[in-house]
C-alpha cells in the first residue's frame, strides 16, 4: 500500500513536472510573439515618421536655402550655408550625440524586452512548488486521519 502512495505522487510530480514544462515553452512563445510585435511596431513608426520627418526637413532646408540665395545674391550660396549647417550638426553629434543616442535607444528597447507587469517564471515557479508541497502535506494529513 505505501509502494502504491509512493508511485502515485511520482505520477503526480511527473504529470506536474511536464504540465509545468509545458506552460514555461508557451509563457515564452507568448512573449517572444510580444516582444517582435512591439519591435516591428517601433520599426513601422520609426520609418513612417522618420521619412516624413525627413520631408519636411528637405523642403525647409531648400526653402531656406533659396532664401539665403536671395539674401546673399548667389544660389550656390544659400545651399553651401545650409549644406554646412548640416555639417556643424553632423559633427557635434559624432562627438557628443553617440552616448546619448545609445542610452536613449537601450532604455527604448530594453522597455519594450522587459515589462514591468511581465510575470517572473522564478516566481511562479517558486509559488506552484508550494503550492505542491501543500498539496502534499494536505494528502499525508489526510491520510493518517484515515489510518487512525
Known sequence: MAFKGLTDSLH???DRIEDYSLSMAE???LR???SIMKGSISLVNLLVYGSLFLFVLLFLSLGAAFWLATFFE???AGFLLIGAFYGIILIFMF??????IERKMLHKFSGVLYDEDDLDP???AEEEIEEYQ???????????????
Open 122 to 124: 522564478k516566481a511562479l
Open 32 to 34: 517572444l510573439f510580444k
Open 95 to 100: 562627438i557628443f550625440g553617440r552616448k546619448i
Open 74 to 76: 548667389n544660389v550656390y
Open 27 to 29: 509563457y515564452y512563445k
Open 12 to 14: 503526480k510530480v511527473t
Open 134 to 148: 501543500k498539496t502534499l502535506e494536505d494528502e499525508a494529513i489526510r491520510k493518517a486521519n484515515i489510518s487512525k
